[in-house]
């Protein structure tokens, strides 16, 4: 088995696909649609064989693939491998590139270019997960940009155009201090290299970057490059835009996969190679952490736009992910990685949802609906229970690592968790009342012969529904994957100050 | 100053001196010279012969393409002087070869240009 | 004075075929038919290849013929060889252009050789006077070429624009010239480099030097010295202006470098900040002006000036006190080497939307051309995209090969400011993808056919373009053991060095 480079065929198959399909004449839809299902199937059937192989005694690395020489001159190497905390990240992004495939199957406008760029976004998403080395980790993260922008640009709603760029600019912005600091680490680092494990041995860090404020800087730089993509508070503006003009299945790939890796980026980065400073400026994070809660929530109440809506939803779903990992405990740290997988799968079924309702009704204007339980009966089922595993109810996956959350980040920030605590009313808020003002009340006359979810529809919505039934019942599977990593990783935060309280109540 | 720029001193006091003296008497003639304003003398003068239309007159453009193959062919000409008085020396010496080809050679160039030239038909004054 | 033959031949015969090519070029044009049009374009692309194939095989022995005149080094061959498939491109291009016309402009193809010449002459020799007669001969060839659009009043303005302003930046180039020769009494710059200048003819050299970089930040368009390029490119013919702004780089830097080596052994002037100044004023206007233009040629001629910043930054990064770090041309070569490829690739594209004498680049004009023309359109993009930096493309790399490389040699902020300009590039250089891609196609668009050569030729440019991109190693080693001196430098094709110790 460990002669298989199974890292390499989830992240490159994908790219396979891509060129059979640019072979594949245009007129030929359903071929291409099968030939991009296909393509991602591989990297799914991955993801399962990584599930099921990953071994959860171990914080290192493992399916290692490399070092190999691709740059010599700059000691860059195609090095790939992934840990605790990248581990879930690739799962979660095999799963939804495959749901996304196939809630884009009405899609009739240059089908072909549309599914050779998604294949293309799917293999930087996974390649910016699994890669070891900082420069090959940079190269998958920008590639994602441009498929985004066009997927955006070209199949998007009526301001596109505007949401595109903003996308594209903002991140850009992003991605620029990123490479800031990624050429500042490898020149003032003792041994020159990008290696993300090398630079994690404090030893190396010499010269320039044993000065606090330099490592300061830096630190600031990595944080505010990847908030942008979290997106945190006052960086979120570009979210909203891009959700409401994105076509469904890539508003599911940008909540459900793209948010993360800016919180991937944290660990990865600011967590690990520069542990003193975020131990430093982790009142910086916890307070970010709340106001993105907070904010979201208020922001999603005041909404008549469904999408928009889910999208300030998103916002404050991330929150969670920034307490937990300022909370320094293991349960906080755990409950923020498990959110972001959960939150992948919830809100990957909330805009599948609004892409339903959107495709038979053509507007998203919540206060426009009304009465759809009695049209759509199933399809309001399966709505209920993707609103309720975003609030939070017990029993389903969002309430699991809801809870890890709180619990950890109680004991650092009783205040500040206290007010975050308060959201969940929120959240219950404005998910009740958009359930309430959709589904329920009088049915309106134009919209009485909706046809109810298709099997089709309802197969996108499935496996999504049955993980968060599952995780909510038995977190295990999922929490026994990272927390050796997490829980070393907290551990290695104790020499620079942080405060840890161990032990996972799981 | 440096003494480089030094040596040139003397050349701007001569520059200084020119147009003091050119200014002054231009000066002198036009403030003390006799004025008898005549259409005859503030017309063009062209060796007596009464001028006829008017100087800013379009001229054909061959006049500038037999201008420029005339200056090109002179020029080149005036290097086949000094080569000519030196070849012999040369070849006394036994590198008559050595000097032969160079010429050979642009002398070959200018050929390609007089083809050239004369297969685009710069050569003909009517075509 | 014995004339070295044999040397003469055997170390610069790729020089001599495209000399003897240019003349015989001439001679096969003069029948004006699309038939000598076609055979003189045959022959302008065989000599281009065979040059560059020679200046690739050949052994760099770092050897001055007739007093610097010629020097055959590793750099000078490099260069001659960038230049010399950026001709063979050119030609195709031309091929495509010119071919569907009535009556092609016969002199075209002769002049690209001409110019070609001057180019290559210009980065082999040593020799001041030599470098001015190159120059020479490279911009009066330009000249004509921009101007050859006879029919459109724009290509002759630009024409007499260039021409202007390019006797101008000569008579810059020459006054300082006499200026160098006044102080050190030597035209041969590897001469220059070995003498000691008496304190007294500091001034003068001083000067000199200014000049000199004046007259060649004129060539290369860097601020404030570029107000000719939007013009000039927009009015030449899009084959012309691709020649233009890769070859003229290539050669103008190629001579920068090679008097960088040398005057940065006298340590007066501020070299390094002077050259960070020009380099950061040329990035930031050249990136800011583009922002507002809606034509795609005058959009590549503010590119052309922000690149011009970038490598200016490049050579900032080779002068530290009186040393000149040989080391560090691999990343400006390797740069030159991409730009030229993308520029390229841009100018096949416009080449391509022109049909009969008639350019469209307006960027209203390519509105859907992602539908009508996916092909091309995807190519553009591809180039355009690089040229801004994005993974996983040559522009990338070799931007950040050239911004790592400064943040090395200690120039942090100018390496900070060039990457934030180059993120503000993004902006302009998506313009016209955002024309292609989000906006429907208005009217009838009928695109003329490719010939086969440029359908080849741009699968190539986009193949080279990603291919650099994914795996530059090889040829940034290659790049970085280009010297100037013999005992290092190797061929270009034979044994390229695997790894930097």
């Known amino acids: 088995m460990d002669k298989l480079p199974l890292l390499t065929i989830i992240t490159f198959a994908p790219i396979l696909g891509m060129i059979a399909i640019s072979l594949i004449p245009k007129e030929k839809k359903n071929a291409i649609r099968w030939s991009a299902l296909l393509a991602t199937l591989p990297s799914l059937l991955g993801a399962v064989k990584i599930f099921m192989d990953f071994d959860r005694t171990t914080k290192a690395m493992q399916f290692i693939e490399g070092p190999l020489n691709w740059i010599p001159s700059f000691n860059i190497q195609y090095h790939l491998g992934i840990d605790g905390i990248s581990v879930t990240m690739v799962i979660l992004t095999a799963l939804i590139s495959t749901i996304c495939i196939i809630a884009s199957w009405n899609i009739e406008k240059q089908l072909k270019g549309y599914f050779i760029l998604f294949l293309l976004l799917e293999t930087g998403m996974m390649g910016t997960f699994v890669a070891i080395d900082f ?145 430093d400026m982790i009142q910086v994070i916890a307070v970010l952490g709340v106001i ?85 009966p199933r399809y309001a089922v399966w709505t209920t229970l993707a609103f309720f595993a975003a609030i939070g109810l017990p029993g389903l996956s969002g309430f699991i690592s809801e809870v890890l959350i709180f619990l950890g980040s109680f004991k650092t920030w009783p205040w500040l968790t ?28 134009k919209y009485k012969d909706f046809p109810d979810i298709t099997r089709r529809e309802a197969f996108c919505l499935l496996p999504l529904a049955v993980i968060v039934i599952i995780l909510g019942v038995w977190p295990r599977p999922i929490l026994s994957m990272m927390e050796v990593s997490l829980n070393a990783l907290n551990q290695s935060l104790v020499p620079y100050g942080a405060h840890v309280a161990s032990g996972l109540g799981f | 100053m440096t003494p480089q720029l030094g040596q040139y001193f003397p050349l701007l006091i001569i520059m200084l001196m020119a147009l003091v003296f050119s200014g002054l008497f231009i000066f002198l003639a036009f403030a003390f010279g006799p004025k008898n304003p005549d259409p005859n003398k503030l ?76 297969k685009r038909g710069a050569l003909d004054w009517e075509k | 004075m014995k004339p070295d033959a044999l040397p003469l031949i055997h170390t610069f015969w790729p020089l001599l075929l495209i000399g003897v090519g240019a003349f015989a070029s001439l001679i096969t044009s003069v029948w004006g038919s699309v038939r000598s049009f076609r055979v003189t374009g045959l022959l302008a692309f065989g000599i281009f290849l065979g040059a560059a194939y020679g200046f690739a095989t050949l052994d760099p022995v770092a050897h001055s013929l007739a007093g610097g005149i010629l020097r055959a080094d590793g750099l000078g061959y490099f260069l ?25 402009v016969q002199e075209v193809l002769p002049l690209i050789l001409f110019a070609a010449l001057g180019m290559v002459l210009m980065v082999l020799t040593t020799h001041l006077l030599t470098l001015v007669l190159a120059l020479e001969l490279m911009s009066l060839s330009l000249y004509v070429l921009v101007g050859s659009r006879r029919a459109d009043p724009k290509s002759s303005e630009a024409a007499i624009k260039y021409f202007l302003l390019g006797s101008v930046a000569a008579a810059f180039l020459l006054f300082g010239i006499s200026f160098l020769y006044g102080a050190t009494g030597q035209m041969d710059l ?141 990343v400006i070569l390797f740069y030159l080497g991409t730009y030229g490829l993308l520029t390229l690739g841009v100018f096949a594209m416009l080449t391509l939307f022109s049909s009969k004498g008639k350019e469209i680049s307006k960027l209203d004009d390519l509105k859907g051309l992602g539908y009508t023309n996916p092909v091309f359109a995807a190519a553009l993009t591809v180039f355009l995209i690089s040229l801004a930096g994005i993974p996983p493309t040559a522009g990338f790399v070799a931007k950040y090969f050239l911004f790592a490389r400064a943040i090395e040699t200690g120039l942090i902020w100018p390496a900070i400011l060039g990457i934030l300009t180059s993120a503000v590039s993004l902006y302009y250089y998506l313009g016209p993808v955002v024309q292609m891609y989000f906006h429907d196609p208005v009217g009838e668009k009928s695109m003329p056919a490719a010939t086969l050569g440029m359908k080849v030729l741009v699968s190539f440019l986009v193949l080279g373009a990603f291919y650099l991109g994914l795996f530059p190693g090889k040829y940034l080693t290659w790049s970085n053991g280009i010297r100037l001196e013999a005992s290092r430098s190797t061929p270009i094709l034979s044994g390229m060095p695997q790894t930097r110790p």
């Not at chain 1, 959110?339 to 426009?368: K, P, S």
């Not at chain 3, 001659?80 to 092609?104: D, K, M, R």
């Open chain 1, 135 to 279: 420069f090959l980790f940079f190269i998958f993260w920008e590639l994602m940009l441009l498929p985004m922008y066009f997927l955006i640009g070209i199949w998007g709603g009526p301001r596109r155009e505007y949401a595109a760029i903003k996308f594209f600019l903002y991140t850009m912005a992003g991605s620029v201090l990123i490479l800031l600091v990624m050429l500042a680490l490898y020149f003032y680092s003792d041994g020159h290299t990008f290696n993300m494990i090398a630079l994690q041995d404090q030893s190396l860090h010499q010269g320039p970057l044993s000065s606090h404020t330099f490592r300061m800087a830096l630190w600031w730089g990595l944080f505010i490059g990847f908030a942008i993509k979290v997106p945190v508070f006052p960086f979120h503006t570009w979210l909203p835009d891009a959700h409401v003009e994105a076509p469904t299945a890539i508003s599911v790939i940008l909540a459900g996969v793209l948010l993360k890796m800016g919180t991937y980026g944290f660990l990865r980065f600011n967590y690990q190679i520069l542990p003193d400073i975020t131990v």
């Open chain 1, 292 to 376: 993105n809660i907070i904010y979201g929530a208020l922001c999603a109440m005041a909404q008549t736009d469904f999408k928009k809506l889910i999208a300030y939803s998103s916002v404050s779903h991330m929150g969670f992910v920034l307490l937990g990992m300022a909370s320094f405990t293991s349960e906080g740290l755990n409950g923020a990685v498990l959110q972001m997988f959960n939150h992948g799968t919830i809100t990957a079924q909330l805009f599948l949802i609004v892409g339903i309702i959107y495709d038979r009704a053509h507007h998203r204007d919540i206060n426009g609906f009304g009465g759809l339980a009695t049209t759509m």
């Open chain 1, 418 to 445: 206290t007010i975050a605590v308060s959201s969940v009313v929120l959240t219950a808020g404005y998910m009740l009342w958009t359930l309430q003002r959709v589904y329920l009340g009088k049915t309106q006359e």
């Open chain 2, 43 to 118: 017309d063009v003068y062209e060796c007596g012969v009464p001028a006829t239309g008017d100087a800013r007159h379009r001229f054909s453009v061959k006049f500038f393409i037999v201008a420029m193959i005339f200056l090109l062919f002179d020029v080149e000409v005036v290097f086949l002087f000094p080569w000519a008085i030196l070849l012999k020396s040369f070849k006394s010496q036994g590198m008559g070869w050595e000097i032969f080809w160079p010429m050979a050679v642009f002398l070959g160039m200018l050929a390609v240009g007089l083809f050239y030239e004369w």
């Open chain 3, 80 to 104: 001659s060889f960038l230049i010399c498939l950026i001709g063979a491109v050119t030609v195709v291009f031309s091929f495509n252009y010119w071919e569907n016309l009535s009556e092609p």
């Open chain 3, 190 to 330: 590897s001469l220059m480099g070995q003498q000691a200048l008496s304190p007294d003819k500091a001034l003068l050299f001083q000067v000199g030097v200014l000049l000199l970089l004046i007259g060649f930040a004129f060539k290369v368009a860097a601020v404030p010295f570029h107000f000719w390029a939007p013009d000039v490119y927009e009015g030449s013919p899009a084959p012309v202006t691709g020649f233009m702004a890769a070859g003229v780089k290539v050669a103008a830097f190629g001579a920068w470098l090679r008097l960088l080596h040398v005057l940065v052994s006298w340590e007066f002037l501020e070299l390094r900040t002077l050259l960070v100044i020009l380099s950061l004023l040329t990035m930031f206007v050249g990136n800011l002006a583009a922002l507002r233009q809606r034509s795609l040629k005058r959009i590549m001629a503010y590119s052309s000036v922000a690149h011009a910043g970038y490598l200016l930054l490049g050579l900032a990064t080779l002068v530290e006190g009186a040393v000149f770090l040989e080391a560090g041309m691999g």
